[in-house]
């Protein structure tokens, strides 16, 4: 709920400084790692949108992938799961690249 209550707090302050009075989508970006779970986001997002100008809509998750960096063969790779090891040599020497990053408003849609 902390997550959707910031996120209806940056709407606010959008509409307040551009005008905007409906938001009909959004895009957010997050990584994997980053525990997330998108069907409670959603729900979250549709009670606190409740009568305000984000009511009704749609979320899209754009959500970052997994991906390890091998320290012996030197290839990027995207992984189910953290730790892993690469894909392509087995090495467990590899460091995590992405897929922890943190809650983005990347697009919305307004009118």
């Known amino acids: 709920m902390s997550l959707t209550a910031s996120i209806m707090d940056i709407i606010f302050e959008y509409a307040r400084a551009h005008g ?10 997050f990584g994997t790692l980053s525990c997330i779970e998108p069907k409670a986001l959603e729900f979250a997002f549709e009670v606190l949108s409740q009568n305000t100008l984000a009511e009704g809509a749609m ?5 970052m992938p997994i991906v390890v960096t091998c320290l012996d063969c030197g290839s990027d790779s995207a992984v189910e799961e953290f730790p892993s090891p690469c894909p392509f040599c087995e090495a467990q020497d590899v460091v995590l690249k992405s897929g922890t990053e943190e809650l983005r408003i990347v697009e919305m849609e307004v009118d």
């Open 20 to 29: 905007f009075t409906k938001v009909n989508s959004m895009k957010l970006s």
């Open 59 to 63: 979320l899209e998750f754009d959500i």
